[in-house]
């Protein structure tokens, strides 16, 4: 019978030999090679009695797992001692600057307009489109606004023929009317979109953006046209609370008509919205003229609604503490890039609107 | 509309102060837009006394006067009045008043070489006499040096909001019988007016039926042997807190009737009408000197106002000088007329005359008021000027055009949201001056003459909810309920493609959807250019038919402020015709300058066609369409680098166009005179995209992977250098569709060792077997194939 513990501790003083990997592997050939040491144990067990054989194969076998983990380890040691030799010489500085790379914004109307109808989404308001030339029809005769009257002052229009028949439209409130003549009640609409008024200085753009909503079913009254805006106000500017006065005005289109102005005070050289004592306006409103209603073959003594009005610039300049509206429209990538948003702050009704 | 509280309580017995009534005017829909002081420049005027008038030590004509201001205050002042002497009381104004004749603003000057402090006022100067000669003299005693000049210039004046569909709140009247309905005071009643009318209106006045005469009433009183003269006090001040010059004291009277009651009236100088007043439509090249003193040639069927010499004036609109009262007038015709909206506003739009009578006219008038004008104006004029009135001349009718309209009570709570009872309605439509009658549960209502805008039940509701309050309508919730999608596919199309496009590093720009024609021409392949015929300014001019326009306009003032890396694009109309519908929706992007410039890890380098090529296919990947449906053709667009621009279509080259890209033509860059000489772009037409029918879910096939090893196998040709790289690409894909997964280009090469005419190419084909492991035989096969199809289709030679 062959001691194992001898052959054990020939095996251990040949291992504290090693020094290197070659000498590693010289020595690892000794032991499990061909004609190593344990390979040679291994070879015996066949000539062995029956009695004896399971004592030598058990003890030869937790010899060598013992000897494979030893090896193993030696080996590990290596790695890392090459491995950290390598780290030493892998040194860079970190805060050098990295590739260049180009990030893209989303203009503040945009953001706005996507903030807007995520909101009015919530409450059941799909989205509609309507283009930007129109005809006077459209734009104001079918408003009840006819032509000669002082209304169209309120409106300096961008023409594109001599009759005046062709124009940019100077609202987005025809979207109403093409909304109502292509389809039946119920209507429950937001626009948005591009309108032009013939007028530039410090507040006003020749080009500027509005939201227009319309409401149409059965029982919908000035309560209802409240409640959405109260709604929207307060989700657009975030706020818990917030202030709003409605007040009586004057629309073609809309009887009775509202301009709704919004609480605000300045803090430390920044609007507030939704508290204080001055007051802003922010949107036009009102129930839908019977004779818009008619001028659309919807008929008023069943159906009635309301429609508002918003000014989208305006709505981005007071969240987003914009001053120049006419910087909108510049392109200057300073300014862009300033107000401009990250493409994937997309807003949601669950993340939120903005961060 | 301009009016203080003193002047509302001329009609409005109120208790509450001007805040209060501000308040209550905004409530009611008559916004006060702002309050101010009338004009705190005449508070800058102050009582003094002269107390030593010297000789200018160097001029004859000229004064040095120490004049005491008040407060113990002594300052200098060089005079060139006579009157100046010593003890004399005067008006001074200090450096920084505003001179009200010339608008001239005083400054501290040298006066042949001595400082003057501020100047002592003639009272032509101050707007108040044709007196230049000398300085006014004030009989005033010590204790009011330093005293304003101007009394209540203090009293503050409203300026309000007044909406076009309310013509009667452009009087002060108006104003205060809509604050007395909301209970907050009395209306007060016109005193009635007692005086001797003897003999008849001398001068004859006729209206011309005719079609389309803008004339309906004409009422006019004749008053002989009055004295014109300047207004009084009171008077002049009124006229002035309406931002009015103060003329005399008849064109002062006609001006605060028109403001105190919404009643335009006009005086003439009745000496200078030739014999009769003729009213009736222009003829076309007549003309008339105006009160503006511009010379206006009218237009047929415009509302003249003319005598048997010719024009007198546009009846609604402006008088004309010929006929003009002055100081001197001794005879005056007085008219109150009413002028139809329609003619009165056709005719100033196509003259461009803005009036405050026309403004008036043009909203309408109360028919009814002609009298009640010609009443208060001639008292005016009496109680000023003297003279003998004669009766009243009121030639023409009108026919009241006024309906009865049925009010349902229930039908305001139906609108309003909420309950009214009918005492109220009463009282609150009665207040504005209504009749009513009750029919059952209608009520029926007249509108008072006034209220030309009360034409249906929704405009009576409207006044009652105003009346009663805004806030009085409550709030309802709003059903969080959705019937349909909010966005359509185009919309979603819209704000994916845009975010997806920002992503790539672009900024999103939104510019004008007019642009400079010479711009867009140089992006347009539109025969006629779309036109505005009122452009904001010349260099917006033409709707545009391209985002390049207004982009590279953005792009060149970034690079002048050296912004020269840049990526920006836009998303939103181009413009096809002027008709509505006849626009489109497109991307369009631009970058320029360097992807990576003076970097100490990477090497200096310009964006390419193909990073803008990347740019386009990505985001048209983003979007839904699979590379293996979008052919890239070199079909391009005249303002793209015609060697360096390609199309992204959709299946074959001829297929819809999805994109293009490219390098911007170097003639644009150089006529846009552009410091840069790399601009790319790509343009998506969003509209070209095609709606799937399928979600994206519905449309994969099932998930399946290989099992078997995939292999690449490399190849190199020498080609004939027509061949284009999507050609040979196409041309191996196509040997085996069902092994061949993809084909990398990864070198082409042309210049020494390869004949001139002919290019090398080198590209990996993976194969990726589906049933079996290929063996190397089966690789042989293929790559086989691969050599000699190539070879027979393009004469390629395979390099060793």
């Given at each position: 019978?062959?001691?194992?513990?001898k052959?054990?501790s020939?095996?251990?003083?040949?291992?504290?030999?090693?020094?290197?990997?070659?000498?590693?592997?010289?020595?690892?050939?000794?032991?499990?090679?061909?004609?190593?040491?344990?390979?040679e144990?291994?070879?015996?067990?066949?000539?062995l009695?029956q009695?004896q054989?399971?004592?030598?194969?058990?003890?030869?076998?937790?010899?060598?797992t013992?000897?494979?983990?030893?090896?193993?380890?030696?080996?590990?040691?290596?790695?890392?001692?090459e491995?950290?030799?390598?780290?030493?010489?892998e040194?860079?500085?970190v805060?050098?600057?990295?590739?260049?790379?180009?990030?893209?914004?989303?203009?503040?109307v945009?953001?706005?307009?996507?903030?807007?109808?995520?909101?009015?989404?919530e409450?059941?308001f799909?989205?509609?489109?309507?283009?930007?030339?129109?005809?006077?029809?459209y734009?104001?005769?079918?408003?009840?606004?006819?032509?000669?009257?002082?209304?169209?002052?309120?409106?300096?229009?961008?023409?594109?023929?001599?009759s005046k028949d062709?124009?940019?439209?100077?609202?987005?409130?025809?979207v109403?009317?093409?909304?109502?003549?292509?389809?039946?009640?119920?209507?429950?609409?937001?626009?948005?979109?591009?309108?032009?008024?013939?007028?530039?200085?410090?507040?006003?753009?020749?080009?500027?953006?509005?939201?227009?909503?319309?409401?149409?079913?059965?029982?919908?009254?000035?309560?209802?046209l409240?409640?959405?805006?109260?709604?929207?106000?307060?989700?657009?500017?975030?706020v818990?609370?917030?202030?709003?006065?409605f007040?009586?005005?004057?629309?073609?289109?809309?009887e009775?008509?509202?301009?709704?102005?919004?609480?605000?005070?300045?803090?430390?050289?920044?609007?507030?919205?939704?508290?204080?004592?001055?007051?802003?306006?922010?949107?036009?409103?009102?129930?839908v003229?019977p004779?818009?209603?008619?001028?659309v073959?919807?008929?008023?003594?069943?159906?009635?609604?309301y429609?508002?009005?918003?000014?989208?610039?305006?709505?981005?300049?007071?969240k987003?503490?914009?001053?120049?509206?006419?910087?909108?429209?510049?392109?200057?990538?300073?300014?862009l890039?300033?107000?401009?948003?990250?493409?994937?702050d997309?807003?949601?009704?669950?993340?939120?609107?903005?961060? | 509309m301009i009016t203080?509280?003193?002047?509302?309580?001329?009609?409005?017995?109120?208790k509450?102060?001007?805040?209060?009534?501000?308040e209550?005017?905004?409530?009611?829909?008559?916004e006060?837009?702002?309050?101010?002081?009338?004009?705190s420049?005449?508070?800058?005027?102050?009582?003094?006394?002269?107390?030593?008038?010297q000789?200018?030590?160097?001029?004859?004509?000229?004064k040095?006067c120490?004049?005491?201001?008040?407060?113990?205050?002594?300052?200098?002042?060089?005079?060139?009045?006579?009157?100046?002497?010593?003890?004399?009381?005067?008006?001074?104004?200090?450096?920084?008043?505003?001179?009200?004749?010339?608008n001239?603003?005083l400054?501290?000057?040298?006066?042949?070489?001595?400082?003057?402090?501020?100047?002592?006022?003639?009272?032509?100067?101050?707007?108040?006499?044709?007196?230049?000669?000398g300085?006014?003299?004030l009989?005033?005693?010590?204790?009011?040096?330093?005293?304003k000049?101007?009394?209540?210039?203090?009293?503050?004046?409203?300026?309000?909001?007044?909406?076009?569909?309310?013509?009667?709140?452009?009087?002060?009247r108006?104003?205060?019988?809509?604050?007395?309905?909301?209970?907050i005071?009395?209306?007060?009643?016109q005193?009635p007016?007692?005086?001797?009318?003897?003999?008849k209106?001398?001068?004859?006045?006729?209206?011309?039926?005719e079609?389309?005469?803008?004339?309906?009433v004409?009422?006019?009183?004749?008053?002989?042997?009055?004295?014109?003269?300047e207004?009084?006090?009171w008077?002049?001040?009124?006229?002035i807190?309406?931002?009015?010059?103060?003329?005399s004291?008849?064109?002062?009277?006609?001006?605060?009737?028109?403001?105190?009651?919404?009643?335009?009236?006009?005086?003439?100088?009745?000496?200078?009408?030739?014999?009769?007043?003729?009213?009736?439509?222009?003829?076309?090249?007549?003309?008339?000197?105006?009160?503006?003193?511009?010379?206006?040639?009218l237009?047929?069927?415009?509302c003249?106002i003319?005598?048997?010499?010719g024009?007198?004036?546009?009846?609604?609109?402006?008088?004309?000088t010929?006929?003009?009262?002055?100081?001197?007038?001794?005879?005056?015709?007085?008219?109150?007329?009413?002028?139809?909206?329609?003619?009165?506003?056709?005719?100033s739009?196509?003259?461009?005359?803005d009036?405050?009578?026309?403004?008036?006219?043009?909203?309408?008038?109360?028919p009814?008021?002609?009298?009640?004008?010609l009443?208060?104006?001639?008292?005016?004029?009496?109680?000023?000027?003297?003279?003998?009135?004669?009766?009243?001349?009121?030639?023409?009718?009108?026919?009241?055009?006024?309906?009865?309209?049925?009010?349902?009570?229930?039908?305001?709570?139906?609108?309003?949201?909420?309950?009214?009872t009918?005492?109220?309605?009463?009282?609150?439509?009665?207040?504005l001056?209504?009749?009513?009658?009750?029919?059952?549960?209608?009520?029926?209502?007249?509108?008072?003459t006034?209220?030309p805008?009360?034409?249906?039940?929704?405009?009576l509701?409207?006044?009652?909810?105003?009346?009663?309050g805004?806030?009085?309508?409550?709030?309802?919730?709003?059903?969080?309920?959705?019937?349909?999608?909010?966005?359509?596919?185009?919309?979603?199309?819209?704000?994916?493609?845009?975010?997806?496009?920002?992503?790539?590093?672009?900024?999103?720009a939104v510019?004008w959807?007019?642009?400079?024609?010479?711009?867009?021409?140089l992006?347009?392949?539109?025969?006629?250019?779309?036109?505005?015929?009122?452009?904001?300014?010349?260099d917006?001019?033409?709707?545009?038919?391209?985002?390049?326009?207004?982009?590279?306009?953005?792009?060149?003032?970034?690079?002048?402020?050296?912004?020269?890396?840049?990526?920006?694009?836009?998303?939103?109309?181009?413009?096809?015709?002027?008709?509505?519908?006849?626009?489109?929706?497109?991307?369009g992007?631009m970058?320029?300058g360097?992807?990576?410039?003076?970097?100490?890890?990477?090497k200096?380098?310009?964006f390419?066609?193909?990073?803008?090529?990347?740019?386009?296919?990505?985001?048209l990947?983003e979007?839904g369409?699979?590379?293996?449906?979008?052919?890239?053709?070199?079909k391009?667009?005249?303002?793209?680098?015609?060697?360096?621009?390609g199309?992204?279509?959709?299946?074959?080259?001829?297929?819809?166009?999805?994109?293009?890209?490219?390098?911007?033509?170097?003639?644009?860059?150089?006529?846009?005179?552009?410091?840069?000489?790399n601009?790319?772009?790509?343009e998506i037409?969003?509209?070209?995209?095609p709606?799937?029918?399928?979600?994206?879910?519905?449309?994969?096939?099932?998930?399946?992977?290989?099992?078997?090893?995939?292999?690449?196998?490399?190849?190199?040709?020498?080609?004939?250098?027509k061949?284009?790289?999507?050609?040979?690409?196409?041309?191996?894909?196509?040997?085996?569709?069902?092994?061949?997964?993809n084909?990398?280009i990864?070198?082409?090469?042309?210049?020494?060792?390869?004949?001139?005419?002919?290019?090398?190419i080198?590209?990996?084909?993976?194969l990726e077997?589906?049933?079996?492991?290929?063996?190397?035989?089966?690789?042989?096969?293929?790559?086989?194939?691969?050599?000699?199809?190539?070879?027979?289709?393009?004469?390629?030679?395979?390099?060793?």
């Amino acid at each position: 019978m062959e001691n194992f513990n001898k052959i054990e501790s020939e095996i251990l003083n040949k291992i504290k030999d090693i020094k290197d990997r070659s000498s590693y592997e010289s020595i690892k050939t000794e032991i499990f090679g061909k004609k190593g040491v344990i390979t040679e144990l291994f070879k015996k067990i066949g000539s062995l009695d029956q009695d004896q054989r399971k004592d030598y194969a058990s003890n030869l076998n937790s010899l060598k797992t013992k000897v494979t983990e030893i090896l193993d380890k030696k080996l590990e040691t290596f790695d890392q001692s090459e491995i950290n030799k390598k780290l030493k010489n892998e040194k860079i500085d970190v805060t050098l600057p990295g590739r260049n790379y180009f990030s893209g914004k989303i203009h503040p109307v945009s953001q706005v307009i996507d903030e807007v109808t995520s909101i009015f989404s919530e409450i059941g308001f799909s989205v509609e489109e309507g283009p930007d030339v129109e005809n006077e029809y459209y734009n104001f005769s079918a408003l009840n606004t006819p032509d000669n009257h002082p209304a169209r002052d309120m409106h300096d229009t961008f023409y594109l023929d001599h009759s005046k028949d062709l124009l940019l439209r100077t609202h987005t409130s025809p979207v109403q009317i093409r909304t109502m003549l292509k389809s039946k009640p119920p209507f429950k609409i937001i626009a948005p979109g591009r309108t032009y008024r013939h007028d530039s200085d410090q507040t006003h753009s020749p080009m500027f953006h509005q939201l227009e909503g319309l409401h149409i079913d059965k029982n919908i009254n000035m309560g209802h046209l409240k409640g959405c805006l109260y709604y929207f106000v307060k989700k657009f500017f975030e706020v818990e609370k917030v202030k709003i006065r409605f007040r009586p005005s004057h629309f073609p289109f809309t009887e009775p008509s509202a301009e709704v102005d919004i609480g605000y005070k300045i803090e430390d050289g920044k609007i507030k919205i939704g508290e204080g004592d001055k007051w802003l306006e922010i949107l036009g409103c009102g129930m839908v003229h019977p004779n818009v209603l008619k001028n659309v073959k919807v008929n008023p003594k069943q159906y009635q609604g309301y429609a508002f009005g918003v000014g989208i610039d305006r709505l981005a300049m007071l969240k987003y503490g914009i001053n120049d509206l006419r910087a909108f429209f510049e392109s200057d990538i300073r300014w862009l890039e300033f107000y401009g948003f990250d493409p994937l702050d997309v807003p949601t009704n669950y993340r939120g609107l903005s961060r | 509309m301009i009016t203080s509280l003193s002047w509302l309580k001329n009609h409005l017995e109120t208790k509450l102060n001007l805040n209060q009534v501000a308040e209550r005017l905004t409530e009611i829909g008559l916004e006060v837009e702002s309050i101010k002081s009338s004009d705190s420049n005449l508070d800058n005027f102050i009582i003094c006394k002269i107390l030593k008038a010297q000789k200018h030590p160097n001029a004859d004509k000229l004064k040095l006067c120490d004049v005491d201001i008040g407060s113990g205050t002594l300052v200098k002042v060089v005079c060139g009045a006579q009157n100046a002497r010593d003890g004399l009381f005067a008006v001074y104004a200090p450096p920084g008043a505003v001179i009200p004749k010339n608008n001239m603003k005083l400054k501290i000057a040298k006066i042949r070489g001595i400082e003057s402090h501020g100047m002592l006022c003639s009272g032509y100067e101050l707007g108040e006499s044709s007196d230049k000669e000398g300085i006014i003299e004030l009989n005033k005693k010590e204790k009011n040096i330093g005293e304003k000049y101007f009394k209540n210039t203090g009293e503050k004046t409203m300026d309000i909001a007044i909406t076009p569909n309310r013509p009667d709140c452009l009087g002060v009247r108006g104003i205060a019988r809509d604050l007395a309905s909301t209970g907050i005071g009395r209306l007060k009643k016109q005193p009635p007016i007692k005086i001797d009318q003897k003999f008849k209106n001398p001068i004859k006045v006729s209206i011309k039926k005719e079609k389309g005469q803008g004339c309906g009433v004409f009422g006019s009183v004749y008053i002989k042997n009055v004295q014109n003269k300047e207004s009084p006090d009171w008077l002049k001040k009124r006229i002035i807190s309406l931002g009015l010059k103060p003329v005399s004291a008849i064109v002062d009277a006609t001006n605060y009737v028109m403001f105190d009651l919404n009643r335009p009236l006009h005086a003439y100088d009745a000496d200078k009408i030739d014999q009769e007043i003729i009213v009736r439509n222009s003829k076309k090249g007549e003309s008339f000197k105006a009160l503006d003193n511009k010379k206006y040639t009218l237009e047929n069927n415009m509302c003249a106002i003319s005598d048997r010499s010719g024009i007198l004036g546009l009846g609604g609109i402006i008088g004309g000088t010929r006929s003009g009262t002055e100081l001197s007038t001794k005879n005056i015709l007085l008219e109150s007329a009413y002028f139809f909206p329609p003619s009165t506003r056709k005719t100033s739009k196509i003259l461009n005359i803005d009036t405050d009578a026309k403004y008036r006219f043009e909203r309408g008038i109360d028919p009814d008021s002609v009298k009640l004008g010609l009443e208060l104006g001639m008292c005016m004029i009496l109680d000023m000027c003297g003279g003998e009135p004669s009766k009243f001349s009121i030639v023409g009718k009108l026919k009241d055009e006024r309906k009865k309209i049925d009010l349902e009570p229930e039908k305001f709570s139906k609108v309003a949201g909420f309950t009214i009872t009918s005492a109220e309605i009463k009282k609150i439509l009665m207040s504005l001056g209504c009749s009513l009658k009750m029919s059952g549960k209608k009520i029926k209502v007249l509108p008072p003459t006034w209220r030309p805008d009360i034409k249906e039940d929704v405009d009576l509701i409207e006044e009652l909810t105003r009346i009663k309050g805004y806030d009085k309508v409550p709030l309802i919730n709003p059903e969080k309920e959705n019937v349909k999608d909010t966005l359509n596919f185009r919309q979603k199309l819209f704000h994916f493609t845009q975010r997806s496009v920002a992503s790539k590093g672009y900024t999103e720009a939104v510019t004008w959807s007019f642009t400079d024609s010479k711009t867009n021409i140089l992006f347009s392949e539109l025969k006629n250019e779309i036109k505005l015929s009122n452009p904001i300014s010349t260099d917006l001019d033409v709707l545009r038919s391209s985002l390049y326009s207004n982009l590279i306009i953005g792009v060149k003032k970034n690079i002048h402020r050296n912004f020269e890396d840049l990526m920006l694009f836009e998303i939103g109309p181009v413009f096809k015709g002027s008709k509505p519908g006849e626009q489109s929706t497109m991307i369009g992007a631009m970058k320029t300058g360097k992807y990576s410039r003076k970097n100490w890890i990477e090497k200096e380098r310009n964006f390419d066609v193909f990073d803008i090529k990347n740019d386009a296919l990505r985001t048209l990947n983003e979007i839904g369409i699979d590379s293996s449906k979008i052919t890239v053709s070199n079909k391009s667009k005249k303002w793209y680098h015609p060697g360096r621009s390609g199309l992204l279509s959709l299946g074959s080259a001829s297929g819809p166009e999805l994109a293009y890209f490219g390098e911007i033509h170097p003639s644009i860059i150089k006529k846009l005179d552009l410091k840069t000489d790399n601009i790319l772009g790509f343009e998506i037409f969003l509209d070209n995209i095609p709606e799937s029918r399928k979600k994206i879910r519905e449309s994969k096939p099932q998930f399946t992977v290989s099992d078997y090893q995939k292999v690449v196998r490399d190849f190199a040709f020498v080609i004939d250098e027509k061949y284009s790289s999507g050609e040979i690409i196409n041309l191996v894909k196509k040997i085996d569709k069902e092994l061949i997964k993809n084909v990398k280009i990864f070198d082409v090469y042309q210049g020494e060792n390869i004949t001139s005419g002919k290019k090398s190419i080198a590209f990996s084909v993976i194969l990726e077997p589906k049933d079996k492991t290929l063996s190397e035989k089966d690789i042989d096969e293929v790559s086989k194939k691969i050599i000699s199809i190539v070879q027979e289709t393009t004469g390629a030679t395979l390099r060793s």
